[in-house]
T-cell receptor, first 114, second 112 residues
């Protein structure tokens, strides 16, 4: 199993451009998440999904959109990129089982908006 | 007030030292407590998981939860340079979606 994969690894965007961060998991997990991590700030939840076709906002959803058409994929869309969206983005997945909420993380996408 | 507070450090210790990492929280509904380890430029990975109060030990690592004080700890015995990483506490109240609330993370450096 590859686990959670993310593409691209790095990206530089100009202000106002748009892009999609890709996330795929091969563990058949129902739950998927997008986080952003700023230096010294921990992980902030952007959006999450409890299954295909179901998404909901997290703590910092403004400026982002998501969709979940399949169990495996959970892309994150940035529209009209702003410097405040410069961050490291992590995708994660989990499957609640016997009380475990373990989330499996991808390697991250480093995004710079200039 | 943040739901979860964690001292960001950095914390520097000599090899072999006992390390204590801590988080406090304000939400009494939290029942699931986790510690994640994150190496530089990598995604976090689960290190320890505890449900409700009590202790859990795994090799050199011990996790403690004190729900009465809303305080959790991670102890690392005989610390090694390979333990150098950022340690993030995370918590959940068992809500739908398995959402976790993360602390800021503590950066640990173990010097040989």
């Amino acid at each position: 199993n590859a686990g959670v994969t993310q593409t691209p690894k790095f990206r530089i965007l100009k202000i106002g451009q748009s892009m999609t961060l890709q996330c795929t998991q091969d563990m058949n997990h129902n739950y998927m998440y997008w986080y952003r991590q700023d230096p010294g700030m921990g992980l902030k939840l952007i959006y999450y999904s409890v299954g295909a076709g179901i998404t909901d906002k997290g703590e910092v959803p403004n400026g982002y959109n998501v969709s979940r058409s399949t169990t495996e994929d959970f892309p994150l869309r940035l529209e009209l990129a702003a410097p405040s969206q410069t961050s490291v983005y992590f995708c994660a997945s989990s499957q609640f089982f016997s009380g475990s909420y373990e989330q499996y993380f991808g390697p991250g996408t480093r995004l710079t908006v200039t | 007030q943040k739901e979860v507070e964690q001292d960001p450090g950095p914390l520097s210790v000599p090899e072999g030292a006992i390390v204590s990492l801590n988080c406090t929280y304000s939400n009494s509904a939290f029942q699931y407590f986790m510690w994640y380890r994150q190496y530089s430029r990598k995604g976090p990975e689960l290190l320890m998981y505890t449900y409700s109060s009590g202790n859990k030990e795994d090799g050199r690592f011990t996790a403690q939860v004190d729900k009465s004080s809303k305080y959790i700890s991670l102890f690392i015995r005989d610390s090694q340079p390979s333990d150098s990483a950022t340690y993030l506490c995370a918590m959940s109240g068992g809500n739908q979606g398995g959402k976790l609330i993360f602390g800021q993370g503590t950066e640990l450096s173990v010097k040989p």
